[in-house]
Nanobody, 125 residues
Framework: QVQLVESGGGLVQAGGSLRLSCLASGRTFSSYAMGWFRQAPGKEREFVAHITWGGGSTYYADSVKGRFTISRDNAKRTVYLQMNSLKPEDTAVYYC??????????????????WGQGTQVTVSS
């Protein structure tokens, strides 16, 4: 069982930056691949970024590639999402998620076992 708590969301102007954090409970955090997803009002939840259990590989949605960076610190049981050059279309609730199949790289929300409660990111134009 893993519990995830996101933080770091807020209101920022276009072109600005935010850093999201996701703290995991439990001592098995390093056993999970981790992902970030987002959901805007009236839209489906969409994949943003993925990082393997050891942090050696990352994968990004085309819409954020080159602007967002996912990383993790297993000793701190935390995964991060550094978001730069933010755009109004990045406005959404951002969720972190844990996949117990740690070698899988998935963009599908249904493949993830545990989810945080989400943190709101609002980018003004």
């Amino acid at each position: 069982q893993v519990q995830l708590v996101e933080s770091g969301g807020g209101l920022v102007q276009a072109g600005g930056s935010l850093r999201l954090s996701c703290l995991a409970s439990g001592r098995t955090f390093s056993s999970y691949a981790m992902g970030w997803f987002r959901q805007a009002p009236g839209k489906e939840r969409e994949f943003v970024a993925h990082i393997t259990w050891g942090g050696g590989s990352t994968y990004y949605a085309d819409s954020v590639k080159g602007r967002f960076t996912i990383s993790r610190d297993n000793a701190k049981r935390t995964v991060y999402l550094q978001m730069n050059s933010l755009k109004p279309e990045d406005t959404a609730v951002y969720y972190c998620a844990a996949d117990s199949i740690r070698l899988r790289v998935s963009v599908r929300p249904g493949d993830y076992d545990y989810w945080g409660q989400g943190t709101q990111v609002t980018v003004s134009s």
